[in-house]
């Protein structure tokens, strides 16, 4: 029976499962993210290298003109050292780490979750598949509020592959795309993109690609040739959040 019972555990019949508790399921990007790990044993006693925990999200990647949605890990962390499990027996581990602060903003089909491993040699990897709802951060929330109060609203938001210039240690950047609805950029923008990079606890940068409205001929053949659009780079600290509108309103104007 013994041997039949280390078959079917290679294969993962009967063999050690892994479940993730985590304290909630909502977090903002720099937070720390608490809770337990556990591993209950199967229907023997196995060698398990380690626990490992992995934080992956969704982004769109296109090919050949086509648009394929990928996964993308942004964090691993291992959580044990080599440890054995008897058969039935129950071990719990703690689990402490921080949201990096490019985790992207679970908004339109954006996803991210926590994706818990055990390291068995020989056989299949038990995992368990946690989901979390990351909203935006403070500094995030006083930028938005803000275009909010300069008339504009968001449409879309993705996770992108990024473009070379701006690839770091993720292979995607998360794009949101908001359009002016009231104010007066209604008539002097079609769209405002923003993507949050360098992200830290008090400060982050901002590059927004300014989309102007086509004016007469030559604006439209600007519009034709994309050459009315412009990026823009914004230094924003958390010092400057009263002044956010001020900021922001003297950069559209430069580039409207």
């Known amino acids: 029976m013994s041997f039949f019972n280390k078959v079917f555990a290679s294969v993962g019949i009967g063999a050690a499962s892994v479940d993730t508790k985590l304290e909630k399921n909502r977090y903002s990007a720099g937070e720390r993210v608490s809770g337990i ?10 060698e398990i ?18 648009k394929y949605t990928d996964s993308a890990c942004i964090e691993k962390v291992q959580i044990s050292e080599p440890f054995v499990i008897k058969a039935n027996e129950l071990k719990q581990f703690p689990v402490s780490f921080e949201l990096p602060f490019d985790t992207p903003v679970t908004v339109g089909n954006t ?9 068995i040699k020989n056989a299949v990897d038990p995992n368990d598949k946690d989901y979390l709802e990351i909203s935006p951060n403070e500094m995030m929330n006083s930028i938005f509020a803000s275009l909010g109060r300069l008339g504009f609203k968001l449409r879309k938001a ?21 359009i002016p609805v009231t104010g007066t950029y209604r008539s002097r923008l079609d769209e405002l993109e ?6 830290r606890l008090n400060s982050v940068d901002v590059l927004l690609e300014v989309d102007r409205k086509a004016r007469g001929f030559g604006g ?6 994309e050459m009315d659009e412009s990026m823009v780079k914004l230094a924003i600290s ?3 959040i009263p002044s956010i509108d001020e900021k922001i309103t003297k950069m559209l104007d430069r580039f409207s």
């Open 158 to 178: 993705d996770c992108e592959q990024a473009p070379r210039h701006l690839r770091g240690k993720n292979p995607f950047v998360q794009e949101f795309e908001f």
């Open 194 to 199: 923003v993507i949050f990079t360098n992200q």
């Open 220 to 225: 439209f053949l600007a519009e034709a040739l």
């Open 111 to 119: 996803r991210v979750w926590v994706a818990t491993g055990l390291d």
């Open 238 to 240: 958390a010092a400057e």
């Open 37 to 46: 790990v556990e591993v209950k044993g199967g229907n023997i006693e196995q």
């Open 49 to 66: 290298d380690s626990i490992y925990l992995k934080l992956y999200t969704t982004y769109i990647r296109e090919s050949d003109d086509k």
